[in-house]
């Protein structure tokens, strides 16, 4: 037996790696990233505003300006906190780290899979609550488990992933007010959304909400954030490690994401295509297809594995959750450009004629 | 009481947080880093490099290209593994998380403070074992500390920070030999130092190294490394957040560390200078100077924190270590380029002549 197994904890050696498939040349439609690169008139500028930062000393440690640039970006109030981190990944770590061995995590199923992945890396029961059967909230069972679990931390992801839908909002607020727990909202998709919760941390001293660039343009940046009370992000802020925002990053977000204008559009044209496909999709006898409130779309096929087969070999990537629990037959496709959607359902198209 | 007061842990909320005072336009000796910028002629090329990132998408997951870059950079076996963090801090923290609740980490005192504060966060035990009087291992007192209290880890900064110097290989192989514990030596100064236990690991496989580019110019890219046997660092692999380095880090990593010479030469005139600057401060009567192997001096002084402040006062900002447990009167200067040390050196004497 090696050193490694004898050492680590057996819970993470059972832990199949996340493994991300290469995808080489394809069209990429799995992963909800934009498919807008950055304006041409826009690179010259941005590296020569690159050019300036000093690589051989340390980020600057709070990183307030791109706190600013982030706030001016998402209408952030002044009187909110908030707290930067590599992705919401780390946020979601320091959220866990700031519990108690043992305190649980609760979510509903299906959602994003790290909330039930960081819970075990902390050492922290996660309970995941199903959702309903057209995956919406099943207050009941949630208020349920609320009581039975007593839960320290409740994720709940606004627009859900991967169903994409946002849930009724009315039963988000019993939720929040029903609990000592924090809540929160994640709101990835926010900028493909009709509603946010972003105003309601006022109300509500419990809620906290994490938002992301990586869907609005900037995946490649790996820049999340948390909003909250300015008392709440403070305490915190004490468990988050020093210099962890780059200088690279902090730089870069401070030129790119004051590209308001731009970003908006972007989003506005992934608004307009969801609607597009939606419709398409909609079209084709056999599918069922789930309101999206994001950037993406979930939908039941006949023949799934068959179906994503045929458009992996066709070039086109997207994501397949047909064997996922409560997800069987599901397929999830990545809003992309107006040619990247038209492939899409030219193939989708084709391979129910064949 | 709010929310947050009520909701975090108390040994969190009793955490003064970290606070890195801004320097301004001040000669920065205080944080080890390096004092030189990129060549002007590679600027240029870099930003051109650059410019093909496409930040619209995920990092490349792997990083598999950097892996490679950091292994020619540092003469990394092939046999080995590889596993990166965002600055090393992120790696102590998987390290951490690989254990379970209230396992020990046991690490020397002084050494790096990040040690204690990171097995607070992941709710792990503390142990700190006394350095001798002039900042070697006591090997009888590890050996009986690690009897009592049977860590999980152990920490050993090789060289040591903020004492500069390195242990007694022997006194640390004995070390490794004698525990069930990961040994981890944090070779965060390799560059400065004659010794490395990175070729060490083929023989001991309880034996894992971490690296960083912050001290060999890089800071600013906070990137981090741990190098183990190939299956440890598989199992740890597994509890990294997905996407963990950004784009920004990798592209910029694989341009700017393929330059091995430049960086070579660059720890070399480090070297050098720390020589000149440790005779300089000898000469300085009443100050104790010790020995260093990393990019930094330790030296106790007479009226330290008059020094520090008159050392500010004049433009240098060095690191005031006067008030910390077994560090009285003592400060910390980086060694920066020649300009730099003449001019702390001359602020010194100064002081001292008053």
Request: proline letters at 5%.
């Amino acid at each position: 037996m090696s050193f490694i197994n004898n050492w680590l904890r057996s819970d993470i050696q059972a832990i199949n790696a996340y493994h991300v498939p290469p995808s080489g040349d394809m069209v990429k439609l799995d992963a909800m990233e934009s498919p807008f690169p950055l304006p041409d008139d826009l690179i010259g500028q941005y590296l020569a505003y690159l050019a300036d930062s000093e690589l051989n000393r340390y980020p600057n440690p709070g990183a307030e300006e791109l706190n600013q640039t982030l706030r001016q970006l998402m209408d952030i109030a002044d009187d909110f906190g908030v707290l930067l981190g590599n992705g919401s990944d780390e946020l979601i770590q320091l959220l866990a780290l700031a519990c108690e061995t043992n305190d649980t995590i609760l979510s509903v199923e299906p959602s994003f899979v790290m909330y039930d992945m960081i819970a075990k890396f902390t050492r922290l029961n996660y309970q995941g609550v199903a959702l309903t059967k057209d995956y919406q909230l099943d207050l009941a069972l949630m208020l349920q488990a609320i009581e039975k679990h007593n839960p320290k931390l409740i994720f709940i992801a606004y627009p859900n992933n991967p169903t994409g839908n946002t849930f009724d909002r009315v039963e988000i607020e019993t939720i929040i007010q029903s609990t000592d727990a924090m809540v929160v909202l994640d709101e990835a998709y926010y900028a493909y959304a009709g509603d946010s919760f972003i105003d309601d941390i006022a109300k509500y001293p419990n809620l906290v909400v994490l938002r992301t660039v990586s869907k609005i343009g900037f995946a490649g940046l790996r820049l999340g954030l948390l909003v909250g009370a300015q008392e709440t992000v403070a305490e915190l802020d004490k468990l988050r490690l020093p210099y962890n925002i780059n200088t690279l990053t902090q730089v870069s977000a401070n030129f790119l994401l004051t590209e308001k204008a731009e970003i908006n559009k972007n989003a506005a044209i992934i608004i307009e295509q969801r609607q597009l496909l939606l419709i398409e999709l909609e079209r084709v006898s056999g599918l069922t297809v789930y309101p999206s409130q994001a950037n993406f779309i979930l939908f039941k096929a006949p023949r799934a594995q068959e179906l994503f087969d045929y458009l992996k070999e066709n070039g086109v990537l997207i994501k397949n959750l047909s064997s996922a629990p409560k997800l069987t037959d599901c397929l999830r496709v990545t809003v992309g450009d107006n040619d990247q959607n038209q492939l899409f359902m030219q193939i989708v198209k084709q391979f129910y004629t064949l």
